[in-house]
Nanobody, 117 residues
Framework: QVQLVESGGGLVQPGGSLRLSCAAS????????MGWYRQAPGKQRELVAT???????NYTDSVKGRFTISRDYAKNTMYLQMNSLKPEDTAVYYC???????????WGQGTQVTVSS
């Protein structure tokens, strides 16, 4: 069973930065794609960024130019570098990975990001 473990969340002031990590229990090369989602209180979970095994990364409009998704195959880890953070970025951030060939969809437990002065 694949496990995804997020880390790196916390409290940061507006304009600050955080880097989230998502460590997988196995090889991330086996995933068709990976991504970050977030869910703010009272709102639906939304897609933040995706990184496919091949192809371009994608970002939701509200984070373009501020967030960067990346991965390290040697460490089996995906990252989300978040700069110029805003209060509206406050949410629980979830790591996601999919294996489309077998219809599998995996989620981490989430990590809280709070942007506040």
């Amino acid at each position: 069973q694949v496990q995804l473990v997020e880390s790196g969340g916390g409290l940061v002031q507006p304009g600050g930065s955080l880097r989230l990590s998502c460590a997988a229990s196995g090889s991330i090369f086996s995933f068709t794609a990976m991504g970050w989602y977030r869910q703010a209180p009272g709102k639906q979970r939304e897609l933040v960024a995706t990184i496919p095994r091949s192809g371009s990364t994608n970002y939701t409009d509200s984070v373009k130019g501020r967030f960067t998704i990346s991965r390290d195959y040697a460490k089996n880890t995906m990252y989300l570098q978040m700069n110029s953070l805003k209060p509206e970025d406050t949410a629980v951030y979830y790591c996601n990975a999919v294996k489309r060939t077998i219809g599998a969809d995996y989620w981490g437990q989430g990590t809280q990001v709070t942007v506040s002065s």
